[in-house]
Nanobody, 121 residues
Framework: QVELAESGGGLVQPGGSLRLSCAAW????????MYWYRQAPGKQRELVAS???????NYADSVKGRFTISRDNIKNMVYLQMNSLKPEDTALYYC???????????????WGQGTQVTVFS
């Protein structure tokens, strides 16, 4: 089972940028599809972006054109570059790793502890 740890959150003004990082260890990183989720207070956790080991990406409509997910299969890292941040991007951001078995069986995979992003005027 892979273990995950996020970093890079913080306070930023609207229009600003942040880069989140997620370090993975304990298993073969390249076998995992990697995700970024976020959860705002009082709201359900939502999928932000995903990236396969072959670097195929998908994004939530709300972040398309502003956020970029990437991964480094040598360093066992996944990143989320967030530009043009808005107050509605404020949330706890989680890194998630799923194998294809997790995806087929709809199991949750592995999660990090989250990193807080706050966008304020």
């Amino acid at each position: 089972q892979v273990e995950l740890a996020e970093s890079g959150g913080g306070l930023v003004q609207p229009g600003g940028s942040l880069r989140l990082s997620c370090a993975a260890w304990g298993s073969t990183f390249s076998m995992y599809v990697m995700y970024w989720y976020r959860q705002a207070p009082g709201k359900q956790r939502e999928l932000v972006a995903s990236i396969t080991s072959g670097y195929s990406t998908n994004y939530a409509d709300s972040v398309k054109g502003r956020f970029t997910i990437s991964r480094d299969n040598i360093k066992n890292m996944v990143y989320l570059q967030m530009n043009s941040l808005k107050p509605e991007d404020t949330a706890l951001y989680y890194c998630n790793a799923k194998t294809f078995d997790d995806i087929r069986q709809s199991t949750s995979g592995s999660w990090g502890q989250g990193t807080q992003v706050t966008v304020f005027s």
